[in-house]
T-cell receptor
């Protein structure tokens, strides 16, 4: 049973465009929603995270939008750059329980 | 530098030959975990440990063992590797639980022939 569904599997965006990756979850007890970024040959690294008491969190060009009623959250990358090309994973968890990861989105930003 | 160190980075072995992948962290983190990453399947948790001498199964524990005798080390043991364990493995640690944010190692690419 996949608890966090991530889409799309792959995404190609022009330089300067907006990249949008979506995730949906089923467990209403989830209270922590991070996004991880993974470059080829490296381990994933925490990019940004949100808790359900806010609907949006922004860090630089990266924004998480959270819709509690729809049980969805998304990552927006503004002014996408070739250096943003990586695989992105969404995840979710309850406190003191293991993180559940989505299957990942491979983003390619082309000039 | 705060980091999670895995060794080896690459390993090719034969079916049935016991192997250990080491993982060490220098951040005094209580929580450590092992994941495998396979194309199309994302990151799947193998085992995790909330503290010394405490380990629990993740989603795909079959064929793996772990131990947590010291806070900093969390080795992954494959007693009798099989080809379906060919994968990219990541060790990760977090301060108390994953809600504090994971630090991942650089990965171990294992091939079992």
């Amino acid at each position: 049973q996949q608890q966090v569904k991530q889409s799309p599997q792959s995404l190609i965006v022009q330089k300067g465009g907006i990249s949008i990756i979506n995730c949906a979850y089923e467990n209403t007890a989830f209270d922590y929603f991070p996004w991880y970024q993974q470059f080829p040959g490296k381990g994933p690294a925490l990019l940004i995270a949100i808790r359900p008491d806010v609907s949006e969190k922004k860090e630089g060009r990266f924004t998480i939008s959270f819709n509690k009623s729809a049980k969805q959250f998304s990552l927006h990358i503004m002014d996408s750059q070739p250096g943003d090309s990586a695989t992105y994973f969404c995840a979710a968890s309850e406190r003191n329980t293991p993180l559940v990861f989505g299957k990942g989105t491979r983003l390619s930003v082309i000039a | 530098e705060a980091q999670v160190t895995q060794n080896p980075r690459y390993l090719i072995t034969v079916t049935g030959k016991k192997l250990t992948v080491t993982c060490s962290q220098n951040m005094n983190h209580e929580y450590m975990s092992w994941y495998r990453q396979d194309p199309g399947l994302g990151l799947r948790q193998i085992y995790y440990s909330m503290n010394v001498e405490v380990t629990d199964k993740g989603d795909v524990p079959e064929g793996y063992k772990v131990s947590r005798k010291e806070k900093r080390n969390f080795p992954l043991i494959l007693e009798s590797p099989s080809p379906n364990q060919t994968s990219l493995y990541f060790c990760a640690s977090a301060l108390r639980d994953p809600n504090y944010g994971y630090t991942f190692g650089s990965g171990t690419r294992l091939t079992v022939v």
